[in-house]
């Protein structure tokens, strides 16, 4: 059996595995859950198709394992496999809807689209293990550039959880916390850096399936483009709800580009504006 067909098999069985649980715990965090894990067993599934001969998939497969390593230690810390850790933006939803309509929600993007994605952006590796050619020059700019990125979205992550930390301990202790949310560090130069990095990185890998096969032209840019638009609209969202709950986080909007890393506007031209 191909390894692209025994994917598909995978991508089928977690589909229905997290509609189950989802419908069992009345929980729609599942996909959420799997979300580190799922695309390392599908590179791995790609590596083992070259008999673990082919360096750029087993590079390929390293990375991403390195990637879900630190998105699995971040979201176990701040509690997400832990009874009652579903995703506050699910309930948000819930609370919109009819259960009906909630269910249907649930079915169609939370589980069989997000799956998709995820499978969709490891497929880069299936089109390295299926067109064979030496690890070269641009292999190692794009792996040096993926762990450069995971460094980078691994700092946003431990900024933004220290500095959680002070503003609970505060809260804790009685005391007016400093800050409602992070705008220092890489939070100054962007709203979302940890965003950025984690979409960059399977761009990254998109792009060696195109040092694999010569050609730019591969249609498993779908994934990461798909990806890319995953998080616009997650991003749009969860800053509707941090507005309505701190009426200053338009300033830092204005102010602090969402995404891409950039020079913040100078807080006189912000003031000029309104």
Excluded at 38 to 66: C, E, H, K, N, Q
């Amino acid at each position: 059996m191909s390894s692209f067909i025994v994917s598909l098999w995978v991508l089928a069985g977690i589909c229905f595995v997290t509609w189950l649980l989802s419908v069992i715990t009345k929980d729609t965090s599942w996909v959420d859950r799997i979300w580190s894990v799922i695309p390392v067993v599908y590179l791995w599934v790609f590596a083992g198709s070259t008999g673990f001969a082919d360096a750029r998939v087993d590079v390929m497969a390293v990375i991403v394992t390195l990637w879900g390593a630190r998105l699995t230690f971040n979201f176990a810390r701040k509690g997400g496999y832990q009874p009652g850790g579903e995703d506050y933006r699910w309930e948000v939803l819930r609370q919109g809807m009819s259960p009906a309509q909630y269910q249907v929600f649930n079915i169609f993007f939370i589980v069989i689209f997000q799956n998709v994605v995820l499978w969709l952006i490891t497929l880069p590796a299936w089109v390295a293990a299926e067109n064979p050619s030496p690890f070269g020059f641009w292999d190692l700019v794009l792996t040096v550039l993926f762990l450069a990125l995971l460094i980078f979205e691994t700092t946003a992550d431990q900024q933004q959880w220290n500095f959680y930390k002070r503003k609970n301990a505060a809260i804790a202790a009685g005391k007016t916390p400093e800050s409602n949310f992070l705008t220092s560090g890489l939070f100054s130069v962007s709203r979302h850096p940890n965003f950025f990095a984690e979409q960059s990185q399977w761009w990254v890998l998109f792009f060696f399936g195109v040092t694999a096969t010569g050609n730019i032209a591969q249609w498993t840019v779908v994934g990461a483009v798909l990806l890319s638009i995953l998080f616009i609209g997650s991003t749009r969202f969860t800053e509707g709800i941090s507005v309505s709950k701190y009426p200053e986080y338009a300033d830092y909007q204005r102010r602090v580009s969402p995404i891409i890393p950039w020079f913040p506007k100078p807080e006189a031209s912000v003031k000029r504006a309104n």
